[in-house]
């Protein structure tokens, strides 16, 4: 969390991208912030936000607790730099992200998940940097090197990846984020695409996921992931819904 100007003012050497980001602010220096949505999340979020705060370029965390039943939102305010935001009910991860956001004004927006393993600082300035340079409107971050199954998972659908960062006005121009749920990602890829933003992709090496069956349990586990993925289908079906009426233009 240190102001370091230098690491701020760092430039890609030797880059040869001929794309350009086409959301960058015009305030100098830009403030980011990440944004941690968390759902019963208390066994692993203090070792998610430990990392983050090791960052350089984060200047502000806020951790969502999207109407958890146990102790996710006291563990993160153990934490005296970070803003936690409890909802009282559960409203779903598209929900949960757009609360974090109205939680801060920051020019650059992230998001990492709340059970990352093998998350560092460094990991964290991967993903943020590229907007820093104004090198990409989005910056997507993809395991390699940790769990074979989060891995694999990111090879075949690496734009569902959770880790991510944006400029502000680019998130705020995806339609209906409050309404989806676990459909986020794909929703917020989708629209960046039809936007035109330009989308970068970095390795974070020995990251991964925690499972829901190891999180839940083999049979609430499988449930939740069932479920997690029919709310990523109906996000699917109602981008698709809105790209069918033409209705894709800048808020």
Known sequence: MSKRRSERNWKAAGSSSKKRAHFVPSRRPLKAAVVVPAYNEEDLIANAIDSILDAVLVDEVIVVSDGSSDATAEVAREFEQVKVVELPFNIGKGGAMCAGVAHTDADIIAFFDADLVGLRGNHVDQVIRPLMNAQCDMCIGVFRGGKFWSDTGQVITPFLSGQRAMYRKLFEAV????????????TITTYAKRLKA???KVVLRGVSNTHKEQKLGLVKGATARAKMYREIAQAMVKVRKRRRRGRWTLK
């Open 175 to 186: 339609p209906f984020l409050p309404e989806i749920r676990m459909g986020a990602e794909i």
């Open 198 to 200: 330009t989308v970068k």
